[in-house]
């Protein structure tokens, strides 16, 4: 490929780290007067910056691939519907239509055009997770999207700065939560506004009446940076196949990687068929996911912009379940959608010896919790472990591919009446290995005072774990169940009696290598921490890890525990 321009680098470089300022600047404004914790807490968001032809220049720091990268692939649609001769200071733009943007109908993106003396020059645009948006409760449950809520297609939410009322007055009457949906609404208008008046002050300052001759360098940059390391990786086919709870059945996700020169080609032929619940993914959502995967594995630093996406093609049968065609249900995507990048990985590491990470917990656990007195709804993200890596352990805890975070339990308890009961590092759930699997959590929800009370879980990885790579073993599975015992289906509603209580325990990553190379120090150090039995340590690891105190103690000191050598040697020894 040829350069299209030539610029001075340096001057290059200060107005990309520019972009970025101003896109971190759009997502703090986001954060900051957001209404629900979906998106003040957890982030479940993206904010991105796009220049009159609607390619991502750059994104904020933070946010979800499955938001980010869909994202960027309506601006054509956003573009198609409202060319910019259409379009006038103080417009903004709306929707939520699955097929257009990020794949579910409670993922609202809204855009901006920027005008300086009268011409565009620039778009912004959020995705956010809205905390409801009608419907089914947020779940698996539905045979087709009517079901699942209002869906919105792409109109204007303000006009010239005024606000179309007629919309948000459906939009109030539909939803649940009126105040935090149309909230938010305001709070991703006024993230762009900030954006847009930032950008214009950069553009002063630097006497620009146009980006777009300073966007195509940097997409230029980045295409040329992602197709020089792709074009390091030995030229080849490799496939693999993972496979997901299901909802009514098993999914099984198959991938076949191919790289040919600068170019990698992402197949999913012979994944399952689009099912007839809602975990049903758009191919913009698996193309997101897709293009992730390969810039984690191979140019992780490269800026994240139109270009890094060009040398990456994605594919999969139209009607299967990572190319569902409308009016398939699609609520809960993100349960098949999170394995996209464990797959890929999985068929590369034959490629990339030594640099992927085993397969994790992946998809982010999702419960919403709704009842009377007071009215509420609540959605809780968690995550379970990561795989673990080639030279380190599993991260606990963390979310891959998905980087939301969790929602402090003071959070939860002052905004409605459920409580945390216990949150907690699940011992023995990374998968053992020469680096063990990261942990999931133990969590324990009840509610307080009277009323009756529901939760609709939308989790995987109960029924097939995260397998480990190399020799490394699986993670635990996950669980949902009653304070009883009794389990729960992973993906439906339970209605609760106010005294019930659920227990929400999240499944570990994947162990990487043989677990009986890993280092007996490291295990004793896992044992001290709580993070392995010593009755695992000696069946997984055979690593005799031994208490010198008193088996009383509440707090058990780390200079009580040490490694029984002749133990350990005799377990080793006899494999």
Known sequence: MMKNSAMDPVTLEVIWNRFLSVANEQQDTLIRTAFSTIVRESQDLACGMFDTKGRMISQSISGTPGHINAMATSMKHFLAAFPPDKLAPGDVLITNDPWQTAGQINDITITTPIFKNGKMVALFANTCHSADIGGRILSAEAREVFEEGLRIPIMKLFDRGEP?????????????????????????????????????????????????????????????????????????EWSNETWSDGFEEPIVVRCTVKVAGDEIFIDFTGSSPQSTRGINVVLNYTHAYASFAIKAAICPDVPHNEGSFRPVHVSAPPG???????????????????????????????????????????????????????????????????????????????????????????????????????????GDSGGPGTWRGGLGQLTEFARRGAGKWSVSSIADRTEYPAPGLLGGKEGARGEVTMGDGAKLHAKALKDLKETDVIHINLPGGGGYGDPFERD????????????????????????????????????????????????????????
Request: aromatic fraction near 6%.
């Open 164 to 236: 179309n009322r007629i919309l948000m007055q459906i939009v109030r009457t539909n939803v649940r939560q009126p105040d935090e949906v149309i909230g938010d609404f305001y709070a991703q208008t006024a993230c762009n506004e900030t954006g847009g008046r930032a950008l214009l002050e950069m553009m002063d300052e630097f006497g620009l009446d146009s980006i777009d001759s300073v966007a195509e360098e940097i997409i230029w940059r980045s295409e040329a940076a992602v197709r020089a390391e792709i074009a390091k990786l030995p030229s080849g």
């Open 320 to 426: 299967s379940i990572l190319n569902a065609l409308d009016p398939a249900p699609v609520a809960s995507r993100q349960v098949i959608g999170h394995f996209i990048p464990s797959a890929i990985f999985a068929a590369m590491s034959g490629a990339m010896p030594g640099r992927l990470m085993a397969p994790g917990a992946d998809p982010i656990w999702l419960s919403v919790w709704r009842g009377q007195n007071p009215p509420f709804t609540l959605t809780v993200f968690q995550v379970g472990g990561t795989g673990a890596r080639p030279t380190k352990d599993g991260l606990n805890a963390v979310g891959f591919p998905s980087g939301v975070a969790g929602v402090p339990a003071e959070v939860i308890e002052s905004l409605s009446p459920v409580v945390l009961k216990r949150r907690e590092l699940r």
């Open 520 to 575: 007996p120090q490291k295990i004793l150090w896992d044992v001290i921490e709580g993070y392995v039995t010593a009755e695992a340590a000696e069946k997984d690891y055979r690593v005799a890890i031994r208490y010198q105190g008193n088996a009383q103690d509440l707090v058990k000191l780390p200079g009580d525990w040490h490694i029984d050598e002749a133990r350990t040697a005799a377990l080793r020894g006899a494999r």
